[in-house]
Nanobody, 112 residues
Framework: QVQLVESGGGLVEAGGSLRLSCAASGSISSINVMGWYRQATGKQRELVAVITNSIKTNYAASVKGRFTVSRDNAKNTWYLQMNSLKPEDTAVYYC??????WGQGTQVTVSS
């Protein structure tokens, strides 16, 4: 069993930055894909960024150039660095490991 614990959300002004963390515990495969998703109120959950165990990354067009996904193998922790935040980035952000395990979600609110 794997558990994911997210942290790092909060309230920030437009143009600001936040870093989300997703710490994993349990039996984690060496072959893995971590996805960061977000869900705004009244909208469907959408994929924001992905990173594989071979450090291949992919980003949604709406965040490319502003968000960076990374990982710390030693800590079994993944990060989503969010810069130049916009009000439309406001959402609950979730991490997802191998399309199977979900974090609890963390609220990100960007004020204009």
């Amino acid at each position: 069993q794997v558990q994911l614990v997210e942290s790092g959300g909060g309230l920030v002004e437009a143009g600001g930055s936040l870093r989300l963390s997703c710490a994993a515990s349990g039996s984690i495969s060496s072959i893995n894909v971590m996805g960061w998703y977000r869900q705004a109120t009244g909208k469907q959950r959408e994929l924001v960024a992905v990173i594989t165990n071979s450090i291949k990354t992919n980003y949604a067009a709406s965040v490319k150039g502003r968000f960076t996904v990374s990982r710390d193998n030693a800590k079994n922790t993944w990060y989503l660095q969010m810069n130049s935040l916009k009000p439309e980035d406001t959402a609950v952000y979730y991490c997802n490991l191998n399309n199977r395990y979900w974090g609890q979600g963390t609220q990100v609110t960007v004020s204009s």
